[in-house]
T-cell receptor, first 111, second 111 residues
């Protein structure tokens, strides 16, 4: 059983499109995160939810909107995709401070 | 806010060589420190963590790290690397509700 699963694994889309990435965890963790990893491997937090409530919203364009229908799911919707949005997006869940379980990532390529 | 610096961007070693990767965090007080590893094409995994107590912490796969408060450092070490240690290594510090990652160090180990 995959602990944190993300879909899709790869996503290639044109500029201006709207796309979603889904994340599900079966670990029973209360907190989930979205991180963006750029081409230089730098990881930056985007959002965090605790039990369906938004607790962290870093400086992210409002084209990015997270949605957490329940504490096991945290989806990321991106409107009007831009070239600079190309990156690997990682979902993670946490059992305690800093103890993250990461998903396998979604490689988004905007052309 | 906390920040993390990893000064070694790319390290190349032969098998059996010793490894030390540098990590410095920005300010003191109580800190929770972590090393995560990302093998090629995979998600991040926790290598080891420091919360309190013995400043020398041991992790998986023979890795260890030493917390030196006076130097704001948490360097990662391994006495003898293997080809399978080829990966990206990220130091991280907990900052309120999230992890702040360093820019990563790419380790290449040649047989």
């Amino acid at each position: 059983d995959t602990a944190v699963s993300q879909t899709p694994k790869y996503l290639v889309t044109q500029m201006g499109n709207d796309k979603s990435i889904k994340c599900e965890q079966n670990l029973g963790h209360d907190t989930m995160y979205w991180y963006k990893q750029d081409s230089k491997k730098f990881l930056k937090i985007m959002f965090s939810y605790n039990n369906k409530e938004l607790i962290i919203n870093e400086t992210v364009p409002n084209r990015f909107s997270p949605k957490s229908p329940d504490k096991a799911h945290l989806n990321l919707h991106i409107n009007s995709l831009e070239l600079g949005d190309s990156a690997v997006y990682f979902c993670a869940s946490s059992q305690g401070p800093g103890l993250y379980t990461f998903g396998s990532g979604t490689r988004l390529t905007v052309v | 806010a906390q920040s993390v610096s990893q000064h070694n961007h790319h390290v190349i070693l032969s098998e059996a060589a010793s490894l030390e990767l540098g990590c410095n965090y920005s300010y003191g007080g109580t800190v929770n420190l972590f090393w995560y590893v990302q093998y090629p094409g995979q998600h991040l995994q926790l290598l080891l963590k420091y919360f309190s107590g013995d400043p020398l912490v041991k992790g998986i796969k023979g890795f260890e790290a030493e917390f030196i408060k006076s130097k704001f450092s948490f360097n990662l070490r391994k006495p003898s690397v293997q080809w399978s240690d080829t990966a990206e290594y990220f130091c991280a510090v907990k900052d309120t509700d999230k992890l702040i990652f360093g820019t990563g160090t790419r380790l290449q180990v040649f047989p």
